[in-house]
């Protein structure tokens, strides 16, 4: 998977988590953000995004980590 398109995958768990934590705690926020990923990203972006957390995840915020740790 090329760097631009984890740049991607980062960029649109940022948007779905910077919309939805409005007075709300990470791990909710985190809970909202894994359900959005569930119902809605294909499995090959799922895979693509899991794979670069477990590898580098340099990119990702405690909220996403914690998110995707519940996929």
Same mark, same amino acid.
């Given at each position: 998977?090329?760097?631009?398109? $984890?740049?991607? &995958? %980062?960029?649109?768990?940022?948007? @779905?988590? +910077?919309?939805?934590?409005?007075?709300?705690?990470?791990?909710?926020?985190? =809970? @909202? %953000?894994? +359900?959005? %990923? =569930?119902?809605?990203?294909?499995?090959?972006?799922?895979? +693509? @995004?899991?794979?670069?957390?477990?590898?580098?995840?340099?990119?990702?915020?405690?909220? $996403?980590?914690?998110? &995707?740790?519940? &996929?």
């Amino acid at each position: 998977m090329s760097s631009s398109q $984890i740049d991607n &995958l %980062v960029s649109m768990l940022n948007q @779905i988590a +910077n919309n939805n934590n409005y007075k709300k705690t990470d791990e909710e926020t985190a =809970k @909202i %953000v894994a +359900n959005h %990923v =569930k119902k809605f990203w294909a499995r090959s972006m799922k895979a +693509n @995004i899991t794979k670069y957390a477990d590898s580098d995840g340099s990119q990702l915020s405690p909220t $996403i980590k914690l998110a &995707l740790a519940q &996929l």
